[in-house]
């Protein structure tokens, strides 16, 4: 997946004060696409970023945002495949993305494997998400750091859904990944794999019930005014990936390199910190745009969490026995 021109069509070369003090000095500039709004938080963390890097930079380095997936047509999975062969400098995006190249992805969208942030944080930032963000250089692409996703909750027009059976027939829109499809048919619902940017119009149209995501997205993508329901499942916690092309990274000088690695950590973690902390005020400013918020019934989410269970022996096949097995023993699941 990789091009021989990336670094020469990523990289604007000028003359300034060099990063490292040599008589060859260079600016860099590069562009970061996102598939959110520029008000989500994965805006806010791509922001966030650009910020630290052109701070330890003095400046010699810009990264520009380019949100609402413009930069790849808001095909995702395109990104990926951009983002390997050089089209596109730097991207973030979600793991259950990437688990369409590289199937260990699917290890972090178990139903129910995380029972907190603490958990899943601990998973990212630990030997498993490592192993996952290092998997991506087959790719063409380096894995540069994990960045918090709030878990996953469904959103519905008119039904309320508070116990398992609710789930039974809901046409609910769920990303282009077998794990989800197998998930959600086990549970009842009628899983419909569908573009994200095809999902406001088809629950606009009533061609969906409902879609399934952290509460950032029915915010920042207005979903609240096709969508009576938030129904707090909580059913799956994923992340994601600020990723950038190797060969323009392996291009980089290695103090740019340091500097870029650093700025991603401090930034994933500014944006986890963020995540966690406005996720109630978002649930609360969903309230205020007309959504009702309900919560499963305890036994209920219990329900949903042993039929989760009984599919991990046939997620293997998903993920990879190995790796899997790896991470259940890593969070102290068998």
């Given at each position: 997946m990789r091009s021989t021109g990336a670094i020469a069509g990523a990289l604007a070369l000028l003359s300034s004060v060099s990063l ?315």
């Amino acid at each position: 997946m990789r091009s021989t021109g990336a670094i020469a069509g990523a990289l604007a070369l000028l003359s300034s004060v060099s990063l490292s003090g040599a008589a060859e000095a260079q600016e860099y500039s590069f562009r970061m696409a996102i598939g959110d709004p520029i008000i989500s938080t994965v805006a806010i963390g791509a922001e966030k970023f650009a910020e630290i890097v052109t701070e330890k930079t003095d400046g010699d380095v810009e990264i520009e945002i380019f949100p609402d997936g413009i930069l790849f047509g808001g095909d995702q999975n395109a990104a990926v495949n951009q983002l390997g062969d050089g089209a596109l400098d730097m991207v973030i995006l979600s793991s259950n993305v990437f688990a369409s190249f590289e199937p260990r992805m699917n290890a972090m969208s178990l139903p129910y494997l995380f029972s907190d942030y603490g958990e899943l944080e601990k998973y990212m930032k630990g030997e498993p998400g490592q192993t996952l963000l290092s998997s991506l250089d087959r790719l063409g692409i380096k894995g540069l750091a994990m960045m918090l996703r709030t878990f996953r909750h469904v959103t519905t027009s008119d039904r309320v859904i508070t116990k398992v059976d609710d789930l039974k027939g809901l046409k609910l829109r769920v990303p282009n990944n077998q794990l989800f499809v197998k998930f959600f048919k086990e549970v009842g619902a009628n899983p419909t794999p569908m573009a994200f940017t095809e999902v406001y119009t088809a629950l606009q149209l009533g061609a969906i019930d409902g879609q399934e995501n952290p509460v950032e997205i029915p915010l920042s993508n207005r979903f609240y005014e096709v969508q009576k329901h938030l129904n707090l499942t909580g059913h799956i916690g994923d992340a994601y990936i600020l990723a950038v092309n190797k060969d323009l990274w392996d291009g980089l000088p290695p103090e740019l390199q340091e500097i870029m690695q650093e700025s991603a950590l401090e930034a994933a973690e500014y944006k986890g910190n963020y995540d966690r902390q406005e996720e109630a005020r978002m649930i609360e400013e969903l309230k205020e745009k007309g959504m009702e918020v309900h919560e499963l019934d305890p036994e209920e989410k219990e329900k949903l969490k042993k039929i989760s269970l009984a599919l991990y022996p046939e997620f293997e096949a998903l993920v990879g026995a190995e790796f899997m097995q790896e991470s259940l023993k890593f969070l102290g699941r068998n």
